[in-house]
């Protein structure tokens, strides 16, 4: 029956039902427990007829929500049954930690956290509010007993943004980007809802040698990042912060040409030679024959950190990204070439093990971390 609320009492609600007065318990108004009972003044609802009789007509609204969902719960299991993708429109009703709550018709959804959109979001609150209208896709119903839970996203209707990602962005440009998520590797940076890269810990600085995200970065942050490469396939995007015009190596021969001497710093002595401080965010080797024919056998306490040090550039590797030098006159020991190899050898491996921490390797990344533990065995 329909009935007009005319009144609210402390345990219920006077209800005018066709000239009779019916009374509806507090507990019997809404599937929710009723904190405001003063907003249902004056609606005219539908009710279900529990008692009647010449002193006691009682009503629920309550049963009669219960019954309209679950005549709408069948429907719209019927309905997903059909059809791949089932939408509802609804008010947000209540917001938790882990999602929000939706309400369509006499069903209530829930959204969660991860489904709020293809951007990560930190918190319920920075995409919705207590209130909101929005448009569902209905993902799943699971019934336990007489509740029915339904699972709803936001992100189901969102556009996939890696369909024609390369003709959006472009390699060796750089973008806006806003700091998402650090790791001990990097830091992740979202370009565009949805389109997530990383940095890794070594795009982060020409001038010295990064450890932790956090000493360059923090989540929140809006910086520029430089595009290294784009994996459609697997979804991944490789970025850096370092601008490509400031790379010392982008004008390399024209500042360190073969011969010209610089003054260096020891930064650390190894078994191949002195690893020096150029400037400019440059570092070079000295080998360990050099520093011997020059100094004598006292040459590890002349060359050990911090000395100062004249050296002389005797070769540029680009590709490596590394710089051989030599003491005095222009050096051409092999022993020296011998300790470079050996240098360069152990860089390799040091990039392999940094790259295998990263948790984001790809199925040759894990091949290369199994051949890499072999070898240490």
């Not at 009374?23 to 019997?28: A, E, L, N």
């Not at 791949?84 to 938790?96: A, F, M, P, W």
């Not at 994996?231 to 490789?238: A, H, L, V």
């Amino acid at each position: 029956v329909k009935g007009k609320v005319i009144e609210a009492q402390s345990k219920g609600f006077k209800v005018s039902c066709h000239g009779k007065t019916a009374f509806c318990p507090i507990s019997q108004m809404s599937l929710k427990f009723t904190s405001e009972p003063e907003k249902f003044l004056g609606q005219e609802l539908e009710f279900i007829i529990e008692k009647l009789h010449a002193k006691d007509f009682v009503v629920s609204r309550r049963a009669y929500l219960q019954k309209q969902a679950r005549e709408e719960l069948l429907e719209l299991k019927d309905q997903l049954n059909e059809a791949k993708e089932i939408t509802v429109k609804g008010r947000v009703s209540d917001i938790k930690p882990f999602g929000a709550f939706v309400d369509f018709g006499a069903l209530s959804g829930m959204i969660h956290i991860s489904e709020l959109g293809l951007s990560r979001y930190h918190t319920v609150e920075e995409k919705l509010s207590l209130g909101d209208q929005v448009k569902a896709q209905v993902l799943s119903i699971n019934e336990d007993g007489e509740r029915a839970r339904i699972a709803l996203s936001l992100k189901a209707l969102e556009d996939d943004p890696w369909q024609d990602v390369s003709t959006r962005l472009d390699l060796e440009k750089s973008y806006p980007a806003k700091i998402t998520k650090l790791t001990s590797f990097g830091a992740f940076a979202e370009l565009e809802p949805g389109l997530e890269g990383l940095i890794h810990l070594s795009e982060m600085s020409w001038e010295k040698r990064i450890h932790k995200p956090e000493e360059v970065v923090s989540v929140g942050d809006e910086v520029m990042v430089r595009i290294l490469n784009i994996s459609k396939e697997d979804k991944k995007i490789s970025l850096s912060l370092k601008d490509l015009k400031k790379d010392p190596w982008y004008d390399i021969e024209e500042k360190f040409s073969i011969d010209s001497v610089h003054q260096a710093t020891v930064e650390r002595l190894k078994h191949f030679g002195a690893i020096v401080k150029l400037g400019g965010g440059l570092t070079g080797l000295v080998p360990t024959a050099s520093l011997r024919k020059f100094f004598g056998e006292n040459f590890r306490k002349k060359s050990s950190p911090p000395a100062s040090l004249e050296v002389r550039v005797l070769e540029l590797n680009k590709t490596e990204k590394k710089v051989l030098l030599g003491l005095g006159d222009k050096d051409s020991d092999s022993k020296g070439y011998e300790d470079y190899k050996a240098y360069l050898a152990s860089q390799e491996k040091k990039d392999l093990k940094s790259t295998l921490k990263s948790s984001e390797l790809g199925s040759f990344g894990k091949l290369l971390q199994e051949k890499f533990k072999k070898e240490k065995k």
